[in-house]
């Protein structure tokens, strides 16, 4: 008996203390104090803002190429013969000045091809003034038969033989300037001021006609083939196909050098009338005067080289009371945020006349009188209040929220 009261007691008393500690825990629920309400404050964002500026711009294309020779010649004889004087400056990259000899062909062959001609020539001469002096004589014997010229036939006026002596003439004229063409074309000249290209013969050497010489090419100027986006063209004041550039348009050329970069004036002198079907894109041609500096008339420090790539600044059109805004302030496609006076924000929608890689460019639509917003907004909406950094702004009537909520 003692026994199962022993057992008893075992499973008893741990029952009782649990039960027991349960009631103390409920008491002292009962006793404690509820948790305080705290306030929270809720601000409104915090945000930077400009005010918003007119400005008159004179909008820039940029585009890049390379710079090419006004043109490029291949020289080619127009005689045969053995090449017996070759300039020092017949090489690859030598300077000519228009009129200069590059080459000559031995003359002798068309020196005597001349002489030949005049002796013809001359010959060809005493004949026609023997048929003239006949042709008068037998005029004058017509006459004394008692009839008129009119009625004398051609054969008795000896007027067949004296229009031959008269052609014949004619064509030896004609043999003579020939050859004193080719006699002149022994010699090569330099066509414009020009640098050689390429150089196929040398001294000594018997070339045919028809065979290429050298190739030159101009540098009285250079040129660019400047590629302009469609957006682009817009801005720059080019004439219609059919009319001449009347106003010059600037363009900057840039090119680096080490780690100089040089600049040279131009300006577009002509542009192509079609847009390519490939890239879609204009091209304009802008023009370097004197690009080797070899005149000294034109404000270049270094000579820029045939082939050279470089960037161009081609200066558009000008244009009054546009708004400038840095890109970063631009939300979605065409809309920015502003604030009014109350600090309310306001989402606008903009009329993009130009978009550049920092700034963009918009019509005076917009009202002045708000400032746009600079900071970015997590979750934009159409009149909420913000906060304007720099300045102060009373908070908003607090909130109450349980922060610990009830136990």
């Known amino acids: ?3 199962v009261k022993s057992k008893l007691k075992l499973i008893l008393i741990p029952i009782i203390i649990i039960l027991v500690g349960i009631l103390v825990l409920a008491f002292m629920g009962k006793l ?4 305080e309400k705290k306030q929270q404050i809720s601000l409104a964002p915090l945000v930077n803002v400009f005010p918003i500026k007119h400005e008159t711009v004179a909008f820039s294309i940029k585009s890049q190429g390379s710079v090419v020779p006004r043109t490029e010649t291949s020289l080619i004889t127009e005689v045969s013969g053995m090449i017996t004087y070759v300039s020092k400056n017949f090489r690859v990259g030598g300077y000519f000045k228009k009129g200069d000899v590059l080459l000559e062909i031995d003359p002798i062959t068309y020196e005597v ?3 030949q001609a005049q002796s013809r020539l001359g010959a060809a001469q005493a004949v026609l003034v023997e048929e003239k002096a006949r042709a008068d004589q037998a005029e004058d014997e017509w006459l004394l038969s008692g009839m008129t010229v009119e009625e004398a036939p051609i054969l008795a006026l000896r007027l067949p033989q004296l229009q031959k002596a008269e052609a014949d003439v004619l064509a030896a004229q004609a043999d003579l300037k020939q050859a004193e063409i080719k006699l002149e074309r022994t ?3 330099a066509p414009y001021d ?4 390429e150089k196929q013969v040398d001294i000594g050497q018997y070339v045919t006609s028809g065979i290429m010489l050298a190739k030159t090419f101009a540098i009285d100027y250079a040129e660019v083939r400047l590629p302009v986006k469609q957006q682009d063209i817009a801005f720059i004041n080019l004439p219609k196909v059919n009319q001449d550039i009347q106003q010059s348009i600037p363009v900057t050329i840039t090119a680096k050098k080490g780690e100089k970069v040089q600049s040279w004036n131009s300006f577009i ?3 192509e009338g079609e847009i390519n079907q490939q890239s879609r894109v204009h091209y304009l041609i802008a023009k370097i005067d004197d690009p080797y500096n070899l005149t000294e008339l034109y404000e270049h420090e270094e ?9 161009a ?3 558009g059109m000008q244009s009054e009371s546009v708004i400038v805004l840095p890109r970063e302030v631009v939300r979605g496609p065409n809309s920015i945020h502003m604030v009014d006076k109350q600090n309310k924000l306001h989402i606008v929608d903009i009329d993009i006349i130009r978009s550049e890689k920092k700034y963009v460019y918009i019509a005076d639509n917009i009202n002045t009188e708000m400032r746009v917003v600079s900071t970015k907004i997590a979750k934009p909406v159409e009149g909420m209040a913000v906060r304007i950094f720099g300045e102060w702004v009373p908070p908003e009537l607090p909130e109450e929220s349980d922060v610990a909520g009830e136990q």
């Open 113 to 115: 091809d001349v002489l």
């Open 313 to 315: 600044e081609i200066q």
């Open 187 to 189: 010699k090569i000249i």
């Open 269 to 271: 002198s002509r542009f």
């Open 303 to 311: 000579e820029l080289r045939i082939g050279t790539f470089v960037n």
């Open 194 to 197: 020009a640098l050689v290209k």
């Open 32 to 35: 404690a104090k509820p948790p």
């Open 1 to 3: 008996m003692s026994a």
